[in-house]
């Protein structure tokens, strides 16, 4: 580590690998599991730039930062959070124990978000979001595996060599498949809390016997594992967006789903329904066009209208069908290769996660029984 020169820039490091900086009193921490710093710039004693970037760009911008302040004197500091031309997309969140976050005042300036925090020897948190690292996974996944049928198999190894976790409910009888995909893009965590909520809820609080005798689960929570580590914005270490990646496979961490599709297929053995867990600025569900020619026609139409009477009146449902042929995106790749429907679930990046709860856990609930509704030639395509 370069030691700390009074006014100019002190440290750099390429991509935004984890870092720490050291000043006289004050000490900035982010080498840990999704920390996002790139580099610090001190003004004066207590006021700082923390520069965030990118791991590569062309990059679809959602500046990811998350780091920890320390003060060997309790005083207040302050913060401009730049991340060069990317405008924000997260708004500062501060915790003292890592789970529990509670928004921060800033300000905006020439496109920095400008915080001012109280520390002393205790290191607080400052987060884009809160955090669900690759540890939480793996507590998560041991729970759930305690407590339901599901059991837990490693699928594959990402890029940097991380294992990529499937939880897989199958009984040797059934032939249909619910496909749960979560975290293609590391900083999409109300999308990753809703991924949680909802399996949670279909395999606990609501799991329903027909559904599971019936159906089995192909659940894999975490596609993208080092991008988690590193703390990404959206790709992988190979500078490529895995949700782009669909049907043309060149990711070691989209093989690792395709490996078990594969596996569907040769059972002879079918996908019928897939759910991909992602955050944006809205609440939104993109489906595939009930006109596309995917069965049954009506599926993710019905489900969304059958849920709407379940959530409460404050919550917008959004549905937004379309078609992107080509480009590597999940729901496109289901539905070209095996004329399915399946949607990108989008949760707010903002909705409160209360609210993520709720509609996951609805979700789930309603899922379980528009899918028992559906005979199961009606999820096989036909053609005309
Ligand atoms: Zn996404």
């Known amino acids: 580590m370069i030691k700390p020169i ?3 820039l002190v440290l750099i490091s390429s991509l935004n690998t984890a870092i720490a900086c050291d000043f006289k009193d004050i000490s900035f921490d982010a080498n840990y599991d999704q920390g996002g710093l790139a580099r610090c710039e001190q003004l004066s004693e207590t006021e700082f730039i923390l520069h965030i970037e990118p791991e590569d760009t062309p990059i679809n911008p959602s500046p990811w930062y998350n780091f920890t302040i320390s003060s060997k004197v309790a005083t207040t500091v ?11 997309r997260y708004l500062p969140k501060r915790s003292l124990d890592g789970s529990t976050f509670e928004a921060i005042p800033f300000t905006l300036k020439d496109g920095d978000m400008h915080i001012a925090v109280e520390v002393n020897q205790q290191p607080v948190m400052i987060s884009a979001q809160q955090v669900i690292d690759n540890e939480d996974y793996v507590q998560w996944q041991q729970t759930l595996t305690e407590k339901t049928s599901l059991l837990q198999r490693e699928i594959g190894k990402s890029t940097e060599g991380r294992s990529i976790y499937a939880l897989v409910h199958s009984k ?25 909520a909802f399996a949670q809820a279909m395999f606990i609080e609501h799991a329903n016997e027909s559904f ?6 192909l659940l894999v929570p975490n596609m993208n594992p080092d991008g988690v580590a590193h703390g990404h914005w959206r790709h992988n270490v190979k500078g490529t967006d895995l949700n782009r990646d669909w049907g043309k496979f060149t990711q ?4 690792a789903v395709y490996g078990f599709i594969n596996e569907i297929i040769q059972a002879e053995q079918r996908i019928v329904f897939a ?3 992602h955050s944006t600025q809205q609440d939104i569900f993109y489906t595939m066009p009930s006109d596309y020619g995917l069965a049954p026609a009506l599926f993710s139409e019905e489900y969304l209208a059958d849920l ?6 404050s919550f917008t449902l959004r549905e937004r069908p379309g078609s992107s042929p080509g480009r590597g995106v999940l729901k496109q790749y289901l539905a070209d290769e095996f004329k399915i429907h399946s949607i990108t679930y ?3 990046d903002n909705t409160p996660l209360e609210m993520v709860n709720h509609v996951a856990t609805q979700a789930a609930k309603v899922l379980q029984n528009k899918m028992l509704a559906t005979p199961p030639e009606a999820f096989i395509f036909k053609p005309e």
Do not use: C
């Open 212 to 217: 599971l005798n019936r159906f089995n689960v």
């Open 252 to 255: 070691a961490e989209t093989q």
């Open 308 to 313: 709407k009477p379940h959530l409460v009146s």
């Open 172 to 196: 040797p009888e059934n032939k249909e498949w619910l496909l749960l995909i979560g975290r293609q893009h590391p900083p999409e965590i109300s999308g990753a809390q809703a991924y949680l």
């Open 346 to 348: 989008e949760m707010g």
């Open 78 to 88: 302050s913060i401009a959070i730049s991340a060069g031309d990317a405008r924000p």
């Open 6 to 8: 009074f006014g100019i």
């Open 275 to 277: 759910l991909d867990f």
